[in-house]
């Protein structure tokens, strides 16, 4: 029997995390697995198929992703060399073994490697959280790291609850978390799971989900900062939006004003629509009630009727 039993370990909470920083950055960690796949048979690509492989790869990635983590898993699984530097941290080329991976640096930094020949020979990964606002070339390929979808966040959950006793609507936890990343499923995980237990009770329930979801996941919105984003580019953003979500964003710019809790998919909608934040509650039903009107122009002129929330593509 414990013989069994050591056949069946839990994995170690390292291990655990590891494993969901991969599960929810599968797709990405697949797409990149293939691109280097392709550039160490760069000689078969160029000589037989006439084709360049990339070399360069950027991706655009929240830093609770775990992108970084999952990246380096899967390049020790592929027994492949990396160096991996650090945000604007100077390395001398001659140390870069087989891929580089330059984690979390400045939009200027990153453009400056990518314009000198350090690299040559070499693969090379770049993690960003702001996009490039400078066009690449065609030496560079693009990769964006999205949110997990259900599946993922299901296979992760249960990953982080093995060898833990639960009683729990997975099903609804996993509707609740749309919009998390893997760092706030290990935190969701080990807050539900420190609830229960400051609670005395050894089984965690849905309840200690709900209630770290509610209390601790998602805190307040933060104070509305002074706005260094132009004016009129605020108009275009409210524009966008009032054209996708229609009614869903004027109830949230109502609810902000007033102060009124958000419900799980109004936090969501926040979280996309964070600009709103940036006026002060007068400012933003007049940039609302503008947008509202523009957007109707639009319809109008482009022959479109119908429902408040029909999309159109504002300018």
């Not at 939009?107 to 702001?130: E, Q, T, W, Y």
């Not at 999205?146 to 966040?153: C, I």
């Not at 979500?245 to 969501?268: C, S």
Request: one cysteine or more; hydrophobic letters at 45%; aromatic letters at 6%.
């Amino acid at each position: 029997m414990a013989e069994s039993e050591k056949e069946k370990r839990v994995a170690t909470w390292e291990e655990k995390v590891k494993a969901v920083a991969n599960i929810c950055c599968r797709d990405t960690v697949e797409a990149l697995k293939a691109l280097i796949t392709a550039w160490r048979n760069r000689t078969f690509f160029t000589e037989n198929l006439r084709v360049e492989p990339v070399s360069r790869v950027i991706l655009y990635a929240d830093p609770r992703s775990m992108i970084d983590l999952a990246i380096k898993s899967v390049l020790n699984e592929m027994n492949i060399d990396i160096t991996e530097i650090s945000a604007n941290e100077h390395m001398e080329p001659s140390k870069f073994r087989e891929v580089v991976l330059l984690t979390w640096a400045s939009c200027d930094h990153v453009m400056d490697l990518l314009k000198n020949r350090a690299f040559d020979g070499k693969f090379l990964i770049v993690v960003l959280s702001p996009p490039l606002e400078n066009p690449l070339t065609i030496n560079e390929f693009v990769l964006r790291v999205h949110e997990p979808g259900p599946s993922e966040r299901g296979e992760a959950l249960r990953v982080l609850l093995d060898g833990v006793k639960y009683d729990i609507d997975l099903r609804k936890i996993i509707e609740m978390t749309e919009g998390l990343y893997a760092t706030d499923l290990i935190n969701l995980v080990k807050m539900a799971v420190s609830y229960a237990f400051g609670n005395n009770r050894d089984v965690v329930k849905t309840e200690d989900f709900i209630f770290c979801l509610e209390r601790i996941i998602f805190p307040p919105a933060p104070k509305v900062v002074e706005s260094v984003v132009p004016d009129d580019m605020l108009d275009q953003m409210y524009m966008m939006a009032i054209s996708e979500y229609g009614q869903e964003f004027e109830k949230l710019i109502r609810k902000i004003n007033i102060g009124q809790p958000l419900d799980r998919k109004l936090e969501i909608l926040l979280a996309k629509c964070s600009f709103i934040l940036l006026d002060d509650r007068e400012r933003r039903i007049i940039r609302l009630m503008r947008a509202k009107k523009a957007v109707e122009r639009i319809r109008s002129m482009v022959g479109g009727g119908g429902g408040a929330d029909r999309k159109v593509n504002a300018p």
